[in-house]
């Protein structure tokens, strides 16, 4: 049971229903969901396709209001606009390719106000942090699609968010990158003490980064489970090689099969 | 210098030249056409000797940059708009499609009576036929604007103002870029077209009244000196685009 000084964000009995469109009946995409996450905690979310995981995330961004039930980010219910504090890294290519690097990471802090000293500073720093020290002046369209996503990483950084959601931000990468994307998640994690939630297909990903991860169901999603890994702050990604955490995606898996299974069966 | 602009320039060389050995030859007359060179000598003694050359020439230009920005800046503004309201882009979007199947010089006499026969009667005309190229422009590029840029924007905490100038703008620049080219070749038309119909000066006029007085040599010389002025706006544009192109899709 967490206070509820600890919770840094909650939903209590959350919906998402996307109304009739272009021909096409209602869609129940979420819920009903209670979730309380801790400050500074690292909590992963996997699910089956189509489950509804990004619309949690938006929900919890503030990007989606839900149809019923109320969003909650440090004791005060979300409303139509995004509340400060939050950094959203998206799963598309959310680079803009007319800027470069420099500007890109710099993005948020110029609209922000924040004075152009602090600005470089900031900016050099993430962009330090985020190894693309020697692409400063490079437009996306140079860079490798990993590289991209660092600068939106690096971009979501220098605002410095208390939280920071993350929409399958790896899911483009190949695995040896994404387990080294996944340390320096980690690593960003411990030196910000943000809270992070994490959305991810991989159910290694999240067993390796989480602190929790919950599992949902397939549409609409619910929450099936929420697993504790109980590993230690300082990890990286050797703890694959732990012998629980095997049978920590072994029970993921075993809970997720049938929900795959449920979900390629309505596609 | 790439090979495709080599032969565009060899094709542009060759059609001169075949003209001008048409005309020299005697396959066209002269009173249907004088040959390019002649084309160019008379443009050149007017730009040299005619007290009317420069004031003309002015008026026209200024015209014409007025009539492309008139249909460049409200029409990316309208074509926001509309993207904006789906309801209404789908009561508008008929109009839009068959907008240019209906002759908007129609329309001309009432903006004389409006405006009266001035720079700004033409300069409307001008943007009138510009503008529904720029709106059309504007929401196809819109529609190719990933939509998590936008989700970039909320998050960031962008006014929709912000959004549309700082976001959306740019975003669509690659794909804004054929309207602005459209916008402008249409806003040539109008601005000459109308000058030629009924205006109290510009080059169009200059047009009419040697076409009248089958002053060829000055007709010819003029029409070159609007084909030259098009073309290094269009060379302008197309390097433009070239570049974005270039920066955006790099690989």
């Known amino acids: 049971m967490v206070s509820e000084a600890g919770i840094h964000i909650a939903l209590k009995g959350v919906t998402r229903i996307y109304p009739a469109h272009s021909g096409h009946g209602e869609v129940y995409a979420l819920g009903p969901i209670d979730l309380n996450i801790r400050r500074g905690e690292f909590f992963g979310v996997v699910g089956p396709s189509g489950c509804g995981k990004s619309t949690l995330l938006e929900t919890l961004a503030g990007l989606v209001r839900p149809t019923a039930g109320t969003a909650i980010f440090e004791g005060k219910a979300i409303g139509a606009e995004v509340p400060d504090g939050i950094g959203v890294v998206f799963q598309e290519d959310a680079a803009f390719p007319w800027l470069t690097v420099e500007r890109n990471v710099g993005f948020g802090l110029r609209h922000a106000r924040v004075d152009s000293a602090e600005v470089a500073r900031r900016v050099d720093r993430a962009i330090d942090f985020m190894g693309l020290g020697a692409f400063r002046r490079a437009y996306p369209s140079q860079l490798s699609g990993g590289m991209r996503q660092r600068v939106c990483i690096a971009r979501t950084l220098v605002t410095r968010p208390r939280l920071i959601l993350l929409d399958e931000p790896f899911g483009a990468l190949d695995q040896q990158t994404r387990l080294l994307m996944g340390e320096e998640l980690l690593r960003l994690w411990r030196d910000t003490a943000a809270t992070v939630v994490l959305i991810t297909h991989s159910l290694d990903e999240a067993a390796m980064l989480s602190d929790r991860v919950a599992v949902m169901s397939s549409r609409p999603g619910r929450f099936i489970a929420v697993l504790e890994t109980n590993w230690p702050r300082d990890r990286d990604s050797r703890i694959v090689s732990e012998p629980g955490f095997g049978q920590l995606t072994s029970r993921l898996w075993t809970l997720l099969r049938d929900e795959s299974r449920k979900a390629l069966d309505a596609a | ?251």
Not at chain 2, 83 to 111: K, W
Not at chain 2, 120 to 139: D, H, N, P, Q, Y
Not at chain 2, 214 to 233: E, N, P, Q, S
Request: with cysteine; net charge positive.
């Open chain 2, 1 to 251: 210098m790439t090979k495709p602009v080599i032969w565009r320039l060899a094709i542009v060389a060759g059609a001169v030249l075949a003209i001008e050995l048409a005309c020299r030859t005697g396959i066209i007359d002269r009173v249907t056409m004088v040959p390019p060179s002649q084309m160019a000598v008379a443009l050149v003694k007017m730009a040299v000797g005619a007290p009317w050359f420069w004031p003309d020439a002015l008026s026209t230009f200024q015209n014409i940059v007025a009539a492309t920005a008139m249909s460049i800046v409200p029409g990316f503004l309208i074509g926001l708009i509309v993207h904006a309201m789906p309801r209404l882009r789908a009561v508008l979007n008929p109009v839009f499609l068959s907008y240019y199947s209906v002759p908007t010089f129609v329309f001309y006499p009432l903006l004389i009576v409006v405006f009266g026969i001035n720079s700004v009667s033409l300069i409307v005309m001008g943007a009138m036929f510009g503008i529904v190229a720029m709106v059309s422009a504007t929401l196809a590029s819109i529609d190719r604007i990933p939509r998590v840029y936008v989700k970039v924007a909320r998050v960031t905490g962008l006014s929709p103002w912000q959004t549309a100038v700082q976001i959306q703008l740019p975003a669509a620049t690659p794909h804004l870029i054929t309207g602005i080219k459209l916008a402008v070749t249409y806003s040539v038309i109008g601005v000459i077209a109308g000058e030629f119909i009924i205006a109290t000066s510009g080059l169009g006029r200059r047009l009419k009244l040697a076409y009248n007085d089958f002053d060829t040599a000055t007709m010819y010389g003029l029409i070159l000196l609007i084909f030259i002025a098009v073309a290094i706006v269009n060379i302008m544009l197309q390097h433009w685009e070239s570049r974005v192109h270039r920066r955006w899709y790099r690989t």
